[in-house]
């Protein structure tokens, strides 16, 4: 009989199901992925542990709201990887079966998406009540049969609930951007343009930064991004996420990580993967 063909790998996203999945996950297999979609970021952590899904997909910073953090605070219960990120171009609309805006009484939306337009919100539809709601695809299904309601989302979420784009690319900035990593269970080898994220902490006193910090510069590394959050190990006791620049089979970076070992409590090393190409416009 001829060989059965592969099953093609599995890839877990938090909803809205339209997550910018396919550019991201061409960097590492070539061939075409089944979506599932998910309601929450700790859904997706969950499918990957539990080996029901190849990669994962979680968005990590936006460009004018910053750092998600609940995406890093899995992390510190996690021992899975970030082998890719994508960045992608995000516009916001308008999504009504309202007439006029003058119907409007009400906007559910991600709460980040609601941050991501309130200079537009606050010009356009001042007093309106703002819903702050899992995702922009929950605020779609929402509102599809409350005229007097709106929903800000992307055009897909327009598509599947057959609601009209009222207003498009409401965002405040044209520039609006998120950074999406892509997990799983390994890291792959050096590219040849990398970055590698890691997780420190070290022990509390003065220059527990710069004693994290140190080996970086003496080894001449580029830190890229820093963020701290709270370790759960202790009131006022943190972790450090921190961006570098290069993979951690170079030589560089492997000296700097054993000398982090010498001074850190935790030095973990949660992946090296290709820097982000930013992907294709979606709305």
């Known amino acids: 009989p001829p060989p059965a063909h592969p099953q093609p790998p599995t890839l877990a996203v938090p909803r809205p199901a339209r997550t910018p999945t396919h550019p991201a996950l061409h960097r590492h297999c070539a061939h075409s992925v089944q979506t599932m979609s998910l309601p929450a970021i700790d859904d997706v952590f969950d499918q990957e542990h539990s080996g029901d899904a190849d990669f994962g997909v979680v968005p990590v910073e936006n460009s004018t709201q910053g750092i998600v953090s609940h995406t890093l605070d899995n992390f510190l219960l996690s ?3 970030i082998c890719g990120e ?4 995000v516009h916001q609309n308008l999504l009504t079966a309202a007439k006029s805006l003058g119907q409007i009484e009400r906007v559910y939306s991600h709460e980040q998406s609601l941050s991501q337009c309130k200079n537009w919100l606050r010009t356009h539809l001042p007093g309106v009540e703002l819903i702050a709601v899992g995702s922009n695809s929950e605020a779609a299904r929402r509102v599809r049969n409350t005229p007097e309601s709106a929903a800000i989302a992307g055009r897909s979420a327009a ?8 207003f498009a690319d409401i965002e405040d900035h044209p520039d609006n951007t998120t950074r999406f990593l892509v997990i799983g269970r390994q890291i792959f080898a050096p590219s040849g343009n990398d970055k590698t994220t890691l997780l420190l902490s070290g022990p509390e006193g003065p220059g527990l930064l710069h004693s994290l910090l140190e080996p970086f510069r003496v080894h001449g590394l580029n830190m890229t991004r820093i963020e701290s959050r709270p370790s759960r190990q202790g009131k006022w006791a943190y972790v450090f996420f921190v961006d570098v620049e290069g993979h951690a089979e170079d030589a560089g970076l492997a000296a700097a990580l054993e000398d982090l070992a010498k001074v850190s409590k935790l030095s973990r090393v949660l992946g090296s993967y290709p820097r982000a ?4 416009t979606t709305s």
Do not use: N, T
Not at 86 to 89: A, P
Not at 277 to 280: S, Y
């Open 159 to 166: 598509e599947i609930y057959g609601l009209p784009v009222m």
């Open 86 to 89: 994508i960045e992608l171009r």
């Open 79 to 81: 021992d899975l990887k």
């Open 277 to 280: 190409v930013l992907a294709k």
